[in-house]
């Protein structure tokens, strides 16, 4: 119906439930997948009764919780672009301010430690193929 200008507006509802569907699928897809796992994994960090060691142990667990909780926390604060509109521009709260910064220092730790293993990758290739040529050319030596 799309084709003809003059039957175009009967092609608006299914072309507007194809879009609408869509949307779903692919939003429902990032919570299920993405955000619900990784609160998931989060929540399991806190399971007391699953630690069977001293107290050492369980504060050590604990700790580790807190810093992935505040590191979940942050990054999604850090991605999280709205503010309230002031005179002076849009402004963000304080705490959610600190929060965004804790999640940018994650985002770039991680960022480096990702770098880190390409370059590592990249590197271990570079020193097995130097090291095939090393023995190729020495065969004929």
């Known amino acids: 119906m799309k084709l003809s200008p003059r039957t175009a507006r ?3 509802p299914s072309l507007a439930l194809i879009v609408g569907v869509g949307a779903a699928v692919a939003v429902g897809g990032a919570v299920l997948g993405t955000l619900f ?5 989060v929540v ?3 399971d007391l009764p699953a630690i069977s060691a001293g107290w050492d ?3 050590g667990t604990l700790g580790e919780a807190a810093l992935m909780l505040l590191g979940t926390v942050g990054t999604l604060v850090y991605f999280q672009f709205s503010a309230r509109n002031t ?3 849009p402004q963000r709260g304080k705490i959610v ?3 965004g910064w804790v999640g940018q220092v994650f985002v770039a730790i991680t960022f480096g430690v990702l770098f880190a293993g390409a370059l590592a990758a990249t590197m271990t290739a570079l020193i097995e193929r130097m090291n095939f040529l090393l023995n190729f050319v020495s ?3």
């Open 10 to 12: 009967l092609g608006n």
């Open 139 to 141: 065969q004929f030596l």
């Open 57 to 59: 142990k369980v504060l």
């Open 44 to 46: 399991n960090d806190f």
């Open 37 to 41: 796992p990784q609160i998931q994994a």
């Open 97 to 99: 301010n600190l929060l």
């Open 87 to 89: 005179p002076g521009g």
